[in-house]
């Protein structure tokens, strides 16, 4: 594609063709990078449009009615998520992760998912199949998510108390349909389910132990996440990070909670059990406890960029591969001499020289 006919939105951010090895060899198995770290999982992002402007994601002062969202031909096909998926899963991925912007705004993502839940390891077991969402559609989509191969689903959720909610979401829908959504996923099966709430200080940080009170108990996994200077818009200082310590304190002081192990290595959240017995929630420090050393994590733009750490200025360019005639073998190699090198570890080095950068945006890169 000569540069002239390059979309606009497609050169918001950088990404080179990748290099592909002269002699492809197929994969064989388990990739590991400079830092010795597997690629695991894979998130895909289907669309970076999105329903809600949360004000720590898609500030509507930037994502305004006048934005440039990716124009359809940019976007992946289902058919070259699938294709990239395949690729992907021989080189050892076992996880996938939908997401975006919001994954169900995307027409028809139901079918792509049933193509996903065919995809498996080199050795025929399924993939884990799961999507993070803002929530607004599941009473409404989360049968048929369920029916074509959906295996969990996590939600994003701020707040229990409406007023705030519809201020952070910033296009007043109600708390109510997203808790009804969550109630058709569970109906449905999409379990266990997993609750994120992006704690921001002033903002909804008097609604951890509202949030903690409301779902203990409920078999549903809440988890505090730090607020994060991912992307260039919404304006991340220090000081608005409630730090998971204190998120634990706080917790604590009205339901007595103890650390749990890892149910695996690299686990990003980290575990509090209640001493009551009433379950646990889970505590995402990106900011004040980096885990990079366990990062087995690649993530997939809606317009095939591949990206190797959430926090990344560029991509590497793999619908160019799939729209430029190469076979898979010669795919798989691109993506395994990428992965090869990879050296990320932003939230570790994180610093007033980092904090500058031009990063990418959440809902475009997929959180
Ligand atoms: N729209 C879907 C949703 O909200 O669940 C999926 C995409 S969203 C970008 C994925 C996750 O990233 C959400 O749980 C959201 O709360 C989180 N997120 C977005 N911006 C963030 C930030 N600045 N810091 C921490 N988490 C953030
Ligand atoms: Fe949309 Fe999710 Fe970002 Fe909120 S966090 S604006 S729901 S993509
Ligand atoms: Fe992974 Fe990058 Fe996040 Fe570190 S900063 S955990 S390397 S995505």
């Not at 608005?240 to 310590?245: E, N, T």
């Not at 002081?253 to 009551?276: C, H, K, M, S, T």
């Not at 366990?294 to 619908?319: P, Y």
């Not at 980092?354 to 959440?362: A, D, H, N, P, S």
Request: proline fraction near 5%; aromatic fraction near 6%.
């Amino acid at each position: 594609m000569s540069e002239r006919n390059v979309p606009n939105a497609d050169r918001r951010y950088a990404a080179a063709v990748p290099e592909v090895p002269d002699r492809p060899q197929a994969p064989t198995g388990r990739l590991t990078d400079r830092r010795g770290r597997r690629l695991h999982d894979l998130r895909i992002s289907v669309t970076d449009r999105c329903n809600f402007r949360c004000t720590y994601c898609m500030p509507k002062a930037v994502f305004g009615t006048d934005y440039a969202f990716l124009p359809q031909a940019s976007l992946l096909t289902f058919e070259e998520i699938t294709r990239l998926a395949r690729v992907f899963a021989a080189h050892g991925v076992e996880k996938l992760r939908l997401t975006g912007g919001e994954p169900l705004v995307r027409r028809d993502v139901e079918r792509l998912i049933g193509m996903l839940a065919a995809v498996t390891t080199p050795n025929g077991v399924p993939l884990d199949l799961t999507l993070t969402t803002n929530g607004s559609l599941l009473a409404r989509k989360a049968r048929a998510l369920r029916e074509v191969g959906l295996q969990r689903v996590t939600v994003s959720l701020d707040a229990l108390d409406d007023k705030i909610f519809r201020a952070m979401n910033d296009v007043d829908f109600p708390v109510a349909d997203v808790l009804a959504g969550i109630d058709a996923a569970e109906a449905a099966g999409l379990q266990p389910i997993k609750i994120n709430m992006v704690v921001k200080r002033g903002v909804n940080d008097h609604e951890i132990v509202p949030m903690a009170r409301h779902f203990r108990g409920s078999g549903r996994i809440l988890r505090f996440i730090e607020f994060m200077d991912v992307g260039a818009s919404n304006g991340w200082r220090m000081n608005d990070v409630v730090p998971s310590a204190e998120i634990a304190r706080r917790i604590g002081e009205v339901f007595p909670i103890e650390p749990v192990e890892p149910n695996y290595q690299g686990e990003v959240a980290e575990r509090w059990r209640y001493l009551d017995g009433q379950g646990e929630v889970g505590l995402i420090s990106s900011v004040t406890q980096p885990f990079c050393g366990g990062c087995t994590r690649a993530r997939l733009s809606t317009e095939g960029k591949l990206f190797t750490c959430l926090f990344a200025t560029a991509g590497k360019d793999l619908r160019a591969l799939l729209r430029g005639g190469f076979d898979d073998a010669q795919i798989a190699a691109a993506i395994g001499a990428i992965w090869s090198v990879r050296d990320d570890r932003y939230s570790e080095l994180r610093s007033a020289a980092t904090t500058g950068l031009r990063k990418i945006e959440m809902s475009y890169i997929g959180g």
